[in-house]
C-alpha cells in the first residue's frame, strides 16, 4: 500500500491569512492530483501535477509536485469562506487506482 | 449537467437488510469505481470495473458486491449492513487505466448510508 500524509489534519483560520497544506509518502508517483470535496458532496478535481518540481497556480491556489515525485504542497493566498472544505490529495502509482492521502479539513472563519 | 449520479443521496437500512446502491454516468467511460468514505476520512477504494471485468481489493469485506451490467450503470450491493458499514458512498469514473498517468476520476455527489 502506497501511503500518503497529509498536514495538518485539521486547519481553521481566519479569512485573509494563508495557508499551506503538505501531502507526503516515501512512494514515488507517476501523477498526483488533489481534491476539494464539501459537506454531503463528492471530491471535485482541483488539478493534477505530472512533472517533478511542476508548479500549478489555480487563482489564489498554487500546487507544487515535489522534484522527487513523492510529495506535494498546496498554497491558498488570502484564503476565502468559500475555501473551506476537505482537501484531499491522491497519488496514481501506475497501477488501476488512486492512493487518497489522509486529508486536511480546512475552515475558514469570516 | 450532472455526468456522475448516484441514487438515492440518503439511504436508511437496518441491520442485516440488504441495501443497493446505485451509479450512473454520461461519460461513457470504461471504468467505475466504487468508495468508502466515513467521517473526516480518505475515501477507501472498494472495488473497480475495468468494462466488465471486476477487480476487488483484497481487504474488501464479501459483505459487499458489485454488478455493472451495462457501460453507463455500477451497483453496489451490501447484503447484510451492519453498524460499521454507514458511511459515504462514492461512485467515480475514468476513461482508461491505461492513460492513468494523467487520467482523472469523477465522482458522484455519493450516498449517505445509515444502518440502523
Known amino acids: 500500500t502506497q501511503l500518503l500524509e497529509q498536514s495538518p489534519q485539521f486547519l481553521s483560520i481566519q479569512e485573509g491569512e494563508n495557508l499551506t497544506v503538505y501531502c507526503n509518502s516515501s512512494s514515488v508517483f507517476s501523477s498526483l492530483q488533489w481534491y476539494r470535496q464539501e459537506p454531503g458532496e463528492g471530491p471535485v478535481l482541483l488539478v493534477t501535477v505530472v512533472t517533478g518540481g511542476e508548479v500549478k497556480k489555480l487563482k489564489r491556489l498554487t500546487f507544487q509536485f515535489g522534484d522527487a515525485r513523492k510529495d506535494s504542497s498546496l498554497h491558498i493566498t488570502a484564503a476565502q469562506p468559500g475555501d473551506t472544505g476537505l482537501y484531499l490529495c491522491a497519488g496514481a502509482g501506475g497501477a488501476n487506482n488512486l492512493f487518497f492521502g489522509t486529508g486536511t479539513r480546512l475552515t475558514v472563519i469570516p | 449537467d450532472a455526468m456522475v449520479i448516484q441514487n438515492p443521496r440518503y439511504q436508511v437500512t437496518q441491520f442485516g437488510k440488504p441495501v443497493t446502491l446505485s451509479c450512473s454516468q454520461t461519460?461513457?467511460?470504461?471504468?467505475m469505481y466504487w468508495y468508502q468514505q466515513k467521517s473526516s476520512q480518505a475515501p477507501k477504494l472498494l472495488f473497480h470495473y475495468y468494462d466488465k471485468d471486476f477487480n476487488n481489493e483484497a481487504d474488501t469485506p464479501d459483505n459487499f458486491q458489485s454488478r455493472r451490467p451495462n457501460t453507463s450503470f455500477c451497483f453496489l450491493d451490501i447484503r447484510s449492513p451492519g453498524l460499521g458499514d454507514a458511511a459515504m458512498y462514492l461512485c467515480a469514473t475514468s476513461r482508461d487505466i491505461r492513460e492513468l498517468l494523467t487520467d482523472t476520476q469523477y465522482f458522484g455527489p455519493g450516498t449517505r448510508l445509515t444502518v440502523l
Open positions: 461519460l461513457n467511460h470504461n471504468v
